[in-house]
């Protein structure tokens, strides 16, 4: 593990940040076939504000809190796009990293917080999303 994560940790170069390829928006998450919306929050917050996602039939919404992580690995499929989310991204880095040192490839962190992830989830945008599914 410690050579994994030495590796990961020299591949963080200022090309790899300013690529942004660490990260994704909400929107672009939903946008993902196959996609895992991973809430590493705190078990209060997730009972404080639920997210589910369920009219997203592409996106699986998981919660399992950062601390819980390392012993619900067996939770995560590998074969699926994963973005992680927590309000203010510190969490969500932590679980990138330890997922990326686990041998998950495709795993991005979600960016914005609860003000990007309503944007993405305002009324309009549901609605759109449930027309869609109604026309597939």
Known sequence: MKKEMDKILKSMTLKFFGAGNHKITPEKLLETENGLFLDVRSNEE???IS???EHHPRIVSK???VDE????????PKDMFIGIFCPAN???TMAYIYLLS????HVRIIEGGYAALMEALKPGK???Q???QKNV
């Open 69 to 76: 992580l390392s012993d619900r690995m067996d939770e995560i």
């Open 90 to 92: 510190v969490r969500s």
């Open 130 to 132: 449930i027309q869609a």
């Open 46 to 48: 997730a009972a404080s």
């Open 102 to 105: 686990k041998g998950f490839t």
């Open 51 to 53: 997210i589910k996602l």
């Open 126 to 128: 549901i609605w759109k």
């Open 63 to 65: 919660h399992i809190p």
